[in-house]
């Protein structure tokens, strides 16, 4: 169980699945890097979080991906250009790193990923 405290910027409602099944079961030591993430480039708008196997784009994959983990996060950056968030994402060493025009994917792996990887949508 994760404690949200932990992360004060924050919340369990900007990672619950959007199926309506109320889950936000994110992994502690991807939390702990986000939160590290934020410390370093400020604000960041949580776009996608923990994804349920129900939730539609995970049901449409052979296989759950990295949200269906709680190891992923989609993320628009409030403050910081998105160059500046794309290197620090780098510079953490993200295993995943996925850029597309509205957001920016960034997650740390599952058994089914092929990582390290970055991709563009």
């Given amino acids: ?55 539609p784009v995970e049901k449409n994959k052979k296989r759950p991906g990295a949200h269906s983990a709680g190891l992923a996060a989609d993320i628009v950056p409030l403050k910081s250009r998105r160059y500046d968030l794309l290197t620090t994402i780098s510079d953490m060493r993200f295993k995943g790193i996925g850029v597309a025009k509205t957001f920016i994917h960034i997650d740390e792996g599952h058994p089914y990923a092929y990582r390290p990887a970055s991709w563009s949508y």
Avoid at 14 to 26: I, P, V
Avoid at 48 to 54: A, E, L, V
Wanted: with cysteine; aromatic share 10%.
């Fill in 1 to 55: 169980m994760i404690n949200w405290p932990d992360y004060p910027n924050f919340s369990a409602s900007e990672f619950t699945c959007k199926c309506g099944c109320g889950r936000a079961d994110m992994k502690p030591e991807f939390m702990a890097k986000l939160q590290e993430l934020r410390n370093q480039v400020g604000p960041l708008e949580i776009t996608s979080g923990f994804r349920c196997r129900n939730h």
